[in-house]
């Protein structure tokens, strides 16, 4: 297994462009969440999916689109980039429901992170 | 406001136990302690996690204290390798958010 892939690597923008960070697993995980991650912020959560079709708002969602229309794949749309949202962007999956115990069903697996500039 | 603290920085011998505090003073009933470890920029690792009993795996042991305000992650034989910043984490199932605190650098010396 690939586990958590995400791409870009690095991506930079300018103020005002859009722009999708995709993010995919092949784990058959249920749930996958999106966080940024900030110096002197730690990781913020940005939007989470339970499963397919089903999406919903983290801390600071704003500025940020997501869509789960597969469960592989659950891809992070900036629609309208700004300096603010400079920062390192990792999206996590989870076994969920179909994970078994507890233990295992809610152990996040995190991507490698995509580095994110915006001028 | 609800929060998660940790000591921004710790330093640890080679060999000896490294025990990094988390202080969750407003933890709820059903939420989990979750710690993750994040070494250089990679993505964070899972390590272990716990609700009211101690746990232990192969990476470390978990101790939360009975009012489950604060908890200590144990790592018993450090190693260099284990030089990273670690995250101790609330995670309520009900709402699927784990939200983290700032971390605790933790630097393994020789």
């Known amino acids: 297994n690939a586990g958590v892939t995400q791409t870009p690597k690095f991506q930079v923008l300018k103020t005002g462009q859009s722009m999708t960070l995709q993010c995919a697993q092949d784990m058959n995980h249920e749930y996958m969440s999106w966080y940024r991650q900030d110096p002197g912020m730690g990781l913020r959560l940005i939007h989470y999916?339970?499963?397919?079709?089903?999406?919903d708002q983290g801390e600071v969602p704003n500025g940020y689109n997501v869509s789960r229309s597969t469960t592989e794949d659950f891809p992070l749309r900036l629609l309208s980039a700004a300096p603010s949202q400079t920062s390192v962007y990792f999206c996590?999956?989870?076994?969920?429901?179909?994970?078994?115990?507890?233990?295992?069903?809610?152990?996040?697996?995190f991507g490698p992170g995509t580095r994110l500039l915006v001028l | 406001d609800a929060k998660t603290t940790q000591p921004p920085s710790m330093d640890c011998a080679e060999g000896r136990a490294a025990n990094l505090p988390c202080n969750h003073s407003t933890i709820s009933g059903n939420e989990y302690v979750y710690w993750y470890r994040q070494i250089h920029s990679q993505g964070p690792q899972y390590i272990i996690h716990?609700?009211?009993?101690?746990e232990t795996n192969e990476m470390a042991s978990l101790i939360i204290t009975e009012d489950r305000k604060s908890s200590t992650l144990i790592l018993p034989h450090a190693t260099l390798r284990d030089t990273a910043v670690y995250y101790c984490?609330?995670?309520?199932?009900?709402?699927?958010?784990?939200?983290w605190g700032l971390g605790t650098s933790l630097a393994v010396n020789p």
């Open positions: 996590a999956s989870s076994p969920g429901l179909a994970g078994g115990q507890r233990r295992a069903r809610e152990t996040q697996y």
């Open positions: 999916s339970v499963g397919a079709g089903i999406t």
């Open positions: 716990g609700l009211k009993n101690n």
């Open positions: 984490g609330r995670y309520a199932g009900n709402n699927r958010k784990l939200i």
